[in-house]
């Protein structure tokens, strides 16, 4: 069985699949990822493949620079991004968009 490359935390799972959620952040143990690299995503709870996506772009930021723009392609508002944030990354000042688009899961078909 191949391993997933990065998980979500489930509650994305239909965001992603539908194309509402168009990026992540994550923290330094997840700068690693190239424009172009394609990343088999999992379940953050079961490690459960459901799609694959291709980098698009990877970029730093702090949680004082984040915009609505970005809680838009999140699918939530900014307040609620900055306080997911805070609770998955407490301590993290610098963390990294990854911009990604989704190539196979449920409805890729349909994009």
């Given at each position: 069985?191949?391993?997933?490359?990065?998980t979500?935390?489930?509650?994305?799972?239909?965001?992603?699949?539908?194309?509402?959620?168009?990026?992540?952040?994550?923290?330094?143990?997840?700068?690693?990822?190239?424009?172009?690299?394609i990343?088999?995503?999992?379940?953050?709870?079961d490690?459960?493949?459901?799609?694959?996506?291709?980098?698009?772009?990877?970029?730093?930021?702090?949680?004082?620079?984040?915009?609505?723009?970005?809680?838009?392609?999140?699918?939530?508002?900014?307040?609620?991004?900055?306080?997911?944030?805070?609770?998955?990354?407490?301590?993290?000042?610098?963390?990294?968009?990854?911009?990604?688009?989704?190539?196979?899961?449920?409805y890729?078909?349909?994009?």
């Amino acid at each position: 069985m191949q391993s997933n490359d990065i998980t979500f935390y489930q509650r994305f799972e239909a965001d992603i699949l539908a194309g509402r959620k168009t990026i992540t952040i994550r923290d330094k143990s997840e700068s690693h990822f190239k424009t172009g690299d394609i990343l088999r995503v999992g379940r953050f709870e079961d490690n459960q493949y459901f799609c694959t996506i291709e980098v698009l772009s990877v970029s730093s930021i702090t949680l004082d620079e984040l915009t609505e723009q970005h809680a838009k392609q999140e699918n939530m508002g900014l307040e609620e991004l900055k306080e997911v944030i805070r609770i998955i990354y407490p301590s993290e000042r610098l963390l990294y968009v990854v911009t990604f688009g989704l190539i196979e899961g449920k409805y890729a078909s349909l994009q």
